[in-house]
């Protein structure tokens, strides 16, 4: 028997408007991508198209920089509106240097610039902001879906994250509905008995990285289905992804 | 058609000891998991299995610990010869703080304990060392696989990171042959034409990341095929996991 997991692209959805409901057209695509959703899938959305149904984009021609983000975007060349609009979105700065401006959002995630991003946006200079609350983003997406086609499957919101001390970015969960996000083996036992000191998994962050890779950046796959993660699936929505921000007082890098 | 990838863990392997080849006993556990290993496939291997192949494990009543270990020790509660066994195998302390010692390895992972850990090791107070350069384990992993399997696919060690910000651990490559390790997107147009602006998947911490949930931290499944990722996967063995080390100068959280 196989032991395993299987990633699956859902392609074909249309380009998201304000005012889209995602749950009908996810569940509509997954069945056009020949993927019939289960309870125990988990449906990892990229939060770009999450913001866009939720009206978080913003056209940066109306935004009108403080004198604080136009010193800030001097300094790091960049344009003052999209400085302003970050600062906007954040509580605090954690680095700002050379050309990177890493914040605390207000949703509590530690990322570059916000999350605020520009690609597979339409629009010259349109950009998107994060969901305001992503958790309440995947929960209400979870209902669409058992509202349309009755599944309740785990729902992640993703989005690119950059790391220090590596290249490159992962996608990383931002949102949860129905997911133990964090699944603690530690006071367990190993094979040998001895017992697992820290170890646990970050399971919503690796369902993200894993459906990334069914993506391609430049077309956009705006969901995939991953399928046998169901022993992480919950009947209950969970405390979502704010679960796994790390308390400032935890924390030694910020 | 579906888009995707598969993710299927190699089960079955017997207890690894020192002077194991791992190619021949992959090979034969991808076999008896019902895996044809392709050229295309992602072979994730897990770190301990190759430390342990590799002889990289300790015993701690053999360490003397230094006074530097020893007071470090002390104030993080930590074993003195534990500590010095991390000191011994780090350039450079990067937080000692409360109960946590991250430095930066002789690798060049800024990772918890120079990624020494006691788990799925036998003997009581034996622990397992990072293997002395991951890359050339893999390569070496790559190489033992076209011989006994005639097959090429890329390989990875993979081991288990915690994060700055968020909790829970991730699984990341630290050694990684016949893979583009990091997918550069950037000055490639979107859909709309607007360029990219900074994304570059980290293809290899995204692999050893969907390996991770085909495992169970428990009886420790030592490796997992992908399958799915073959635009990744190279004729040559390239770079590395080397790659993704971000230079202390361009690092702005060390």
């Known amino acids: 028997m196989r032991l395993g ?7 074909g959805l249309p380009e998201i408007r304000e005012g889209d409901d995602l749950g009908p057209l996810i569940a509509s695509g997954a069945e056009a991508s020949d993927v019939q959703l289960t309870d125990g899938d988990a449906v990892v959305v990229a939060q770009k198209i999450v913001s866009k149904a939720e009206g978080r984009t913003r056209d940066l021609a109306g935004v009108e920089p403080s004198e604080r983000a136009s010193e800030l975007a001097h300094g790091l060349g960049k344009d003052p509106r999209l400085v302003e609009l970050i600062l906007s979105e954040s509580v605090r700065v954690v680095r700002a240097e050379r050309d990177v401006l890493i914040v605390e ?11 605020i991003d520009a690609s597979n946006v339409p629009g010259g200079e349109t950009v998107a902001l994060l969901p305001v609350d992503p958790d309440a983003s995947a929960r209400r997406l979870r209902a669409e879906l058992a509202a349309v086609a009755d599944v309740s499957p785990a729902v992640l919101v993703a989005d690119t994250f950059g790391r220090p001390w590596r290249l490159g970015q992962t996608d990383v969960a931002i949102g949860c509905a129905g997911l133990e996000v964090l699944d603690d083996w530690r006071g367990r036992g190993d094979q040998h008995g ?3 000191k820290a170890t646990t998994v970050a399971v919503a962050d690796e369902l993200a990285a894993a459906a990334d890779l069914a993506r391609n950046k430049a077309d956009g796959v705006p969901a995939v289905v991953v399928r046998g993660a169901e022993r992480w699936v919950t009947s209950d929505d969970g405390p ?3 679960l796994i921000r790390r308390a ?3 924390d030694l890098f910020r």
């Open 194 to 196: 001895r017992t697992l």
């Open 105 to 115: 959002t207000r949703q509590g995630w530690i990322c570059a610039n916000a999350g």
């Open 248 to 250: 400032a007082e935890d």
């Open 5 to 11: 997991l299987e990633i699956v692209a859902v392609t």
């Open 240 to 242: 979502g992804a704010a």
